[in-house]
């Protein structure tokens, strides 16, 4: 069965340092993948996406991931991060079955000045 | 622009009572979801619906039923409201049935819900 694992359930950064959001997903296939993104008091919104074209998949505000079937990785990154950054992010995986999205448990993204 | 709502930000409601949940779309998507948000617990699919008066249960649908006689509204329903029943519900569409694992999902702001 189709599983997804947010390997960080908190990660803090000072501003300006990277950002790794770590997501490991478990499929007898290649899927498609996705990062979403909740601000707070805000709805989510769509990140990034892969589906099987270039593995390294750049999406809004900087963040970038990139596909590792070997590892059966899709880690979240950004260079320097930014106050606004601070949210909750989930990484998800299709459900083979009958196409609904299985849901990792999210990561906090915290932001020190 | 893509535009989901939900009928309500906040709604505090009584153990047994009977609650509804709306959701209403405008961009013409076949696909319309509810999920509940629980922390450390991701998003949890309740029902899914592909088309008109079409419903899938997804992994919690104990408790709850769905109405989808309009492609555009998607209705939520508590029958008997429970203390465990507190939770953020989100509703999302999609633009087309068969392909609800590969495309962007749309999602509304959440009904913040308090049983007491």
């Known amino acids: 069965a189709q599983s997804v694992t947010q390997l960080d359930s908190h990660v803090s950064v000072s501003e300006g340092t990277p950002v790794l959001l770590r997501c490991n997903y478990s499929s007898s296939y290649s899927p498609s993948l996705f990062w979403y993104v909740q601000h707070p008091n805000k709805g989510l919104q769509l990140l990034l996406k892969y589906t099987s074209a270039a593995t390294l998949v750049k999406g809004i505000n900087g963040f970038e991931a990139e596909f590792k079937k070997s590892e059966t990785s899709f880690h979240l990154t950004k260079p320097s991060a930014h106050m606004s950054d601070a949210a909750e992010y989930f990484c998800?995986?299709?459900?083979?079955?009958?196409?609904?999205?299985?849901w990792g448990a999210g990561t906090k993204l915290i932001i020190k000045p | 622009d893509v535009k989901v709502t939900q009928s309500s930000r906040y709604l505090v409601k009584r153990t047994g009572e009977k609650v509804f949940l709306e959701c209403v779309q405008d961009?013409?998507?076949?696909?319309m979801f509810w999920y509940r948000q629980d922390p450390g617990l991701g998003l949890r699919l309740i029902y899914f619906?592909?088309?008109?008066?079409?419903?899938e249960k997804g992994d919690i649908p104990e408790g709850y039923s769905v109405s989808r006689e309009k492609k555009e509204r998607f209705s939520l329903i508590l029958e008997s409201a429970s203390t465990n029943q507190t939770s953020m519900y989100l509703c999302a569409s999609s633009l087309t049935r068969g392909l609800a694992g590969k495309e962007t999902q749309y999602f509304g702001p959440g009904t913040r819900l308090l049983v007491l």
């Open positions: 619906s592909y088309d008109v008066k079409m419903k």
């Open positions: 998800v995986v299709p459900r083979r079955s009958n196409y609904q999205l299985i």
């Open positions: 961009m013409d998507h076949e696909n």
